[in-house]
């Protein structure tokens, strides 16, 4: 016996056979992640980083490899190393949390122009900056050595440690501050406590800038610790 089946029931058929198909396929490959996305959000994370960052700031995000295949991710994270610094070429780590775990690196360029303070002569170990010591400049500060000062009041007072080259960039390692008291100068012993103040005179034992500890002899020949201040003057708190 041979059933006919009416000519729509196959139609029917074969569309539900294209839908399961579809739907199969659609389940084998599920969305990937843009390389568009994750260069927006590592845009957006730069404009917030660098925002405050003083004189006018630049940069520019590296490619992605478009043989990368990662997963999508609806919430990205981007961070910035250990170790690492937004300051000349750097990376900056992407990371998805869920529901497929995966980390990238994108690389970033970043360039800064600004002031900074030079030599404007040579200026010898030991010397003491005064005004025509100094000139400002202008550059990309990221080409310069860390800790480059960028106002005079930083600079001068302070003495040379080493030689300094004319034209030089000058660091704040390149100079300390002027001593407080130095070492068999006679200083003031100023102490106190809760509702009393004395002075004393004594002899430094040993050099001290600004704000660190010294050792003083005094008169009676006990050497107490104290902290130097400008003009000879060591405070002691008991």
Not at 131 to 157: K, R, W, Y
Request: aromatic content about 6%; overall charge positive.
């Amino acid at each position: 016996m041979t059933t006919i089946l009416p000519r729509w029931t196959g139609v029917l058929m074969v569309s539900l056979g294209v839908f399961f198909a579809t739907g199969s396929a659609r389940a084998q490959a599920p969305a990937m992640q843009t390389a568009a996305a994750i260069q927006q959000s590592v845009d957006q994370y730069m404009r917030q980083q660098t925002s405050s960052m003083p004189g006018k700031v630049t940069y520019t995000i590296g490619g992605i490899d478009p043989r990368l295949v990662l997963p999508a991710c609806g919430n990205l994270d981007i961070f910035l190393p250990a170790g690492a610094r937004l300051w000349g070429q750097s990376n900056l780590g992407v990371r998805c949390g869920g529901p497929t775990q995966w980390t990238i690196y994108v690389g970033v360029d970043v360039r800064i122009s600004g002031h900074y303070l030079a030599a404007s002569r040579a200026i010898a170990p030991g010397q003491v900056l005064t005004s025509g010591d100094l000139t400002v400049q202008s550059g990309d500060l990221t080409l310069l050595p860390q800790g480059v000062l960028s106002n005079q009041e930083s600079a001068i007072g302070r003495i040379a440690v080493a030689s300094i080259t004319a034209g030089q960039a000058l660091r704040y390692d390149q100079l300390r501050a002027p001593l407080a008291v130095q070492q068999g100068q006679s200083v003031k012993i100023l102490s106190g406590g809760n509702g009393f103040r004395v002075s004393a005179e004594g002899r430094a034992l040993n050099n001290a800038q600004e704000g660190q500890v010294t050792q003083v002899r005094t008169g009676g020949g006990q050497t107490i610790s104290g902290v130097a201040r400008a003009g000879g003057t060591v405070e002691v708190t008991f």
